[in-house]
């Protein structure tokens, strides 16, 4: 042990050293592990009631945060933004009032798309069977399908022969 461990150890037996900038006037403070971090309660700060009052209102801070919290890029932020503003305008509206009626009317939609059938298949491989999962789509209901999306057949007079 060298000298000088020796008297930081023998002098100030503690494990967190704190040392301020010299014109905040404090002076070294020495904490054991169980008082470092540790505050007054007079001195902890009260939560702020009002977080946001940075922002324009407490709609765009509940935005934001949302936006944050989801992570959504600045395209997915424009285009919910946009949604929002048709809401209010009136030339939208959603029905939709939590989690899970979003599930059940994507599961609605899901099941009026062209189904994929999931099966298993068996296949030897060097003495044993392996199983992969496997998903497919009828090629033939797939193209009835695609027959019936306006999008796609715009152009068609509806007559094939």
């Known amino acids: 042990m ?19 900038h010299p014109c905040s006037k404090c002076s070294t403070l020495y904490q054991s592990f169980e008082d470092f971090g540790q505050q007054n309660p007079e001195h902890i700060m009260a939560p702020d009631s009002e977080p946001w009052h940075l922002f324009a209102s407490e709609g ?17 932020v424009d285009t919910l933004l946009t949604l929002v503003h048709c809401i209010g305008k009136g030339m939208a509206s959603i029905t939709l009032v ?5 599930h059940t009317a994507s599961d609605r939609a899901v099941s009026q798309l062209t189904p994929f059938l999931k099966f298993k298949i068996t296949v030897p491989y060097k003495g044993e ?13 797939w193209a009835l399908n695609l027959l019936q999306n306006p999008s796609l057949t715009l152009h068609s007079s509806g007559k094939f022969e």
């Open 2 to 20: 060298t000298a000088i461990a020796a008297s930081c150890s023998t002098n100030h037996p503690h494990d967190f050293k704190t040392e301020f």
């Open 60 to 76: 765009n801070y509940i935005f934001a945060m949302i936006a944050v919290e989801a992570g959504l890029s600045s395209t997915q």
């Open 98 to 102: 939590n989690d899970a009626g979003l």
């Open 129 to 141: 069977d392996v199983i992969f999962q496997v998903h497919m789509c009828p090629l033939w209901d």
